[in-house]
C-alpha cells in the first residue's frame, strides 16, 4: 500500500500569513493527489486535484505543487473561512490513501 | 447542481448487516465510478471501496473484503454499500463521494 505522510499534524497562522502543508508519498504518484478541506461537522470540499489544478469555486489563494513522491498544499494570506482540517488523497493505486490531516487554525 | 443523499446508517449490533445507499442527482451517474470513503469519530478519512462507471469492476480495502459489497443501479442513479459481519471497528461516518463531490455522509454504529 502506498502510505501518505502529511505533516504538520496541526498549525496555527495568522491572518493574512502565507502556509504549506505537504504529503510525502511512499512511491511515486505521479502526480495523482488531491488536496481537501473539511470543516467541522461538514463533509470534505475538493480544493486541489491532479497536484495543481485548482477545482472551480475554490479561491485562488488556495495552491498546489509537487510531483513523483513530494506535494504541497499552500494558503497565501490565511482567512479566517480557513480554518478547518485538511487531507491529501492519493489516487494512483489501489487501495486509496488519505493523509492523516492538518488541523488549521487562527492564531 | 450535483447531490449524494446516503441513507441507511444507525446502530447495529456487532455481527449484524446494514445496507447504505445513495441517491445520485445533479451529473450523468452512469459516466461516473463511485465510492465510498469513512471517518470514525475523530479520525481521518478512509477509503472503503470503489465501483467502475459500469459496475463491472470493484474494489475494496483489505479490512472490509469479504464482509462489504459495493453496488449501483444506473437506472436509479443509486450506489449501495451493503455491509455484513459488522465489526466494532467499522462505526464511522460513510461518505458517497465521486471525490469531487461529497454526500453529507451517513452515521453507522457497530456496537451491543
Known amino acids: 500500500d502506498i502510505q501518505m505522510t502529511q505533516s504538520p499534524a496541526s498549525l496555527s497562522a495568522s491572518l493574512g500569513e502565507t502556509i504549506s502543508i505537504e504529503c510525502r508519498a511512499s512511491?511515486?504518484?505521479?502526480?495523482?493527489l488531491a488536496w481537501y478541506q473539511q470543516k467541522s461537522g461538514k463533509s470534505p470540499q475538493l480544493l486541489i486535484y491532479?497536484?495543481?489544478r485548482l477545482q472551480d469555486g475554490v479561491p485562488s489563494r488556495f495552491s498546489g505543487s509537487g510531483s513523483g513522491t513530494q506535494y504541497s498544499l499552500k494558503i497565501s494570506g490565511m482567512q479566517p473561512e480557513d480554518e478547518g482540517d485538511y487531507f491529501c488523497?492519493?489516487?494512483?493505486?489501489?487501495?486509496?490513501?488519505f493523509g492523516s490531516g492538518t488541523k488549521l487554525e487562527i492564531k | 447542481e450535483v447531490q449524494l443523499v446516503e441513507s441507511g446508517g444507525g446502530l447495529v449490533q456487532p455481527g449484524r448487516s446494514m445496507k447504505l445507499s445513495c441517491a445520485a442527482s445533479?451529473?450523468?451517474?452512469?459516466?461516473?465510478?463511485m465510492a465510498w470513503v469513512r471517518q470514525a469519530p475523530t479520525k481521518g478519512l478512509e477509503w472503503v471501496a470503489t465501483?467502475?462507471?459500469?459496475?463491472?469492476?470493484?474494489y475494496y480495502r483489505d479490512s472490509v473484503k469479504g464482509r462489504f459489497t459495493i453496488s449501483r443501479d444506473n437506472a436509479k442513479s443509486t450506489l449501495y454499500l451493503q455491509m455484513n459481519s459488522l465489526r466494532s471497528e467499522d462505526t464511522a461516518t460513510y461518505y458517497c463521494?465521486?471525490?469531487?463531490?461529497w454526500g453529507q455522509g451517513v452515521m453507522v454504529t457497530v456496537s451491543s
Open positions: 488523497l492519493q489516487g494512483s493505486k489501489f487501495p486509496l490513501t
Open positions: 491532479a497536484a495543481n
Open positions: 465501483i467502475s462507471y459500469d459496475g463491472s469492476s470493484t
Open positions: 512511491e511515486d504518484i505521479y502526480s495523482n
Open positions: 445533479g451529473f450523468t451517474f452512469s459516466n461516473y465510478g
Open positions: 463521494t465521486i471525490f469531487d463531490y
